[in-house]
C-alpha cells in the first residue's frame, strides 16, 4: 500500500473516532524525512490516548510498525513516526500554540476531516 492510502486510512479511523481538525499535508516536496503529515486534535488527555491507540492499531492492520512514539497524552501531543508517514495527535490548544499548519503552508493539503469536509 502506498504512504498516500495509508495516511488516508488513518484519517478515516481517526474521523470516526471524532477526532477534530483532520488534516493530511503532502510534504515529500519540501522534505527529506516524511512524504505525509497528519494532524488531529483531541480534546482532552484521554481522547488524545484513544486517537493514538486507534491510529497505531490501524497502522498495524496494514502491518506497519512505528519507528518511534514520542510524548504522551498529558503533555498534550503524541508523535508517531512511521517513516514516510508522520501522525501527530495534538489538544487544540498545543495545536494553535505550534501551528504547524503555517511552517508547511506552502505544501499541499489532499484531506480535511473532522469538519465540514470529508474523504
Request: aromatic share 6%.
Given at each position: 500500500?502506498?504512504?498516500?492510502?495509508?495516511?488516508?486510512?488513518?484519517?478515516?479511523?481517526?474521523?470516526?473516532?471524532?477526532?477534530?481538525?483532520?488534516?493530511?499535508?503532502?510534504?515529500?516536496?519540501?522534505?527529506?524525512?516524511?512524504?505525509?503529515?497528519?494532524?488531529?486534535?483531541?480534546?482532552?488527555?484521554?481522547?488524545?490516548?484513544?486517537?493514538?491507540?486507534?491510529?497505531?492499531?490501524?497502522?498495524?492492520?496494514?502491518?506497519?510498525?512505528?519507528?518511534?512514539i514520542e510524548g504522551k497524552p498529558a503533555s498534550g501531543w503524541i508523535?508517531?513516526?512511521?517513516?514516510?508517514?508522520?501522525?501527530?495527535?495534538?489538544?487544540?490548544?498545543?495545536?494553535?500554540?505550534?501551528?504547524?499548519?503555517?511552517?508547511?503552508?506552502d505544501c499541499e493539503i489532499i484531506a480535511e476531516l473532522g469538519g465540514?469536509?470529508?474523504?
Open positions: 500500500m502506498e504512504s498516500k492510502e495509508l495516511i488516508l486510512e488513518v484519517a478515516k479511523a481517526l474521523d470516526a473516532k471524532k477526532a477534530a481538525d483532520i488534516v493530511v499535508i503532502d510534504i515529500a516536496e519540501k522534505s527529506s524525512f516524511a512524504d505525509y503529515f497528519l494532524l488531529a486534535s483531541g480534546r482532552n488527555e484521554r481522547q488524545i490516548a484513544g486517537l493514538a491507540d486507534e491510529a497505531e492499531d490501524c497502522m498495524a492492520k496494514l502491518e506497519m510498525a512505528p519507528k518511534s508523535l508517531m513516526d512511521y517513516g514516510d508517514v508522520i501522525i501527530n495527535i495534538l489538544t487544540k490548544e498545543m495545536r494553535e500554540k505550534y501551528n504547524i499548519e503555517r511552517v508547511w503552508g465540514e469536509e470529508s474523504l
